[in-house]
């Protein structure tokens, strides 16, 4: 009886660092990567600026190929929406609501299932001569405490995934 009053002390213990040091985790998350691409500035925004491309240098669609997408709204219009829905990949939305021709687009991105989940996505470009700087990034909110480990381990799970969408982008781009 005794080692029992002892463990259930020492998980107790756990449990209230768990939550203390969660309480001092940082309640945002960002995973961000860019990439050189020789093209000019134009061709690069002008590639991603229509959600038609995304299919073909999302990191995601090899995971599974064929799952449904649905594109609607003008290219390179506020309003402009990428929907994803696959039996792997989950399913979610990603929405244009800031264009800034040739420099920055804004996006919000809601993932429907497994989990569901809001952030929000920048595409930076910075012209470099013939070439163009790429900057993908995601943020969002870790505002519950379990979700504030999560968030620490962010760049861990998409980074790599970041990577490789930006290296098939500018592989794309290239061949132009």
């Known amino acids: 009886m005794k080692i029992l009053k002892i463990l259930l002390k020492v998980i107790i213990v756990i449990i209230v660092l768990f939550l ?12 961000e990567r860019s990439i050189e691409i020789n093209q000019p500035v134009e061709v690069v925004y ?4 229509d959600f038609n491309n995304f299919y073909k240098w999302n990191p995601w669609t090899p995971f599974e190929p064929g799952h449904k997408v649905v594109v609607t709204g003008d290219s390179a219009a506020v ?12 399913s979610g939305e990603m929405v244009f609501t800031e ?9 919000d991105i809601e993932f429907l299932t497994p989990q569901h989940g809001t952030g929000k996505v920048d595409f930076v470009f910075v012209p470099n001569g013939n070439s163009t700087k790429f ?32 290296k098939t982008l500018k592989e794309k ?4």
């Open 46 to 49: 002008n590639y991603v600026a």
């Open 79 to 90: 309003g402009q929406k990428y929907f994803w829905e696959g039996k792997t990949i989950g």
């Open 173 to 176: 781009c290239e061949a132009m």
């Open 135 to 166: 900057s993908w990034s995601i943020s969002g909110d870790a505002d519950y405490l379990v979700g504030r480990y999560m968030g620490l381990m962010m760049d861990m799970i998409l980074g790599k995934n970041f990577e490789d969408g930006a």
């Open 20 to 31: 203390v040091v969660a309480l001092f985790l940082p309640s945002e998350y960002k995973v």
């Open 99 to 107: 264009l800034k021709p040739y420099s920055l687009i804004k996006a």
